[in-house]
């Protein structure tokens, strides 16, 4: 088993700036990929931002890409989001995820944090 707990989430005006943390827990290889996802209110769950554990490597969404930042710290088996130039549309329960599987995590991740409120007002 993994365990996800996701902090940092808030209330942040249109242009600033949140970081996300998600504490990891559990079986190593259970993670060897993690990610972000989000759900809006009235919308379904989407994709983020993924990151392969062992190397680093990143994808993320269009809709993200040049805003928002995955990162991991392998010492304290976290992963973040920074995000910046928050825009309204960026409000949602932001969840983070893991997988074995680094194809998958962006599709069907095996495991799922309780999930962070991230409100942008404009």
């Known amino acids: 088993q993994v365990q996800l707990v996701e902090s940092g989430g808030g209330l942040v005006q249109a242009g600033g700036s949140l970081r996300l943390s998600c504490a990891a827990s559990?079986?190593?290889?259970?993670?060897?990929?993690m990610a972000w996802f989000r759900q809006a209110p009235g919308k379904g769950r989407e994709f983020v931002a993924l990151?392969?554990?062992?190397?680093?490597?990143?994808r993320y969404a269009d809709s993200v890409k040049g805003r928002f930042t995955i990162s991991r710290d392998m010492a304290k088996n976290t992963v973040y989001l920074q995000m910046n130039s928050l825009k309204p549309e960026d409000t949602a329960v932001y969840y983070c995820?893991?997988?074995?599987?680094?194809?998958?995590?962006?599709?069907?991740?095996?495991?799922w944090g309780q999930g962070t409120q991230v409100t942008v007002s404009s």
């Open positions: 995820a893991a997988s074995s599987n680094i194809l998958l995590v962006a599709i069907k991740p095996d495991y």
């Open positions: 559990g079986r190593t290889f259970s993670r060897n990929a």
């Open positions: 990151i392969n554990w062992s190397s680093g490597s990143t």
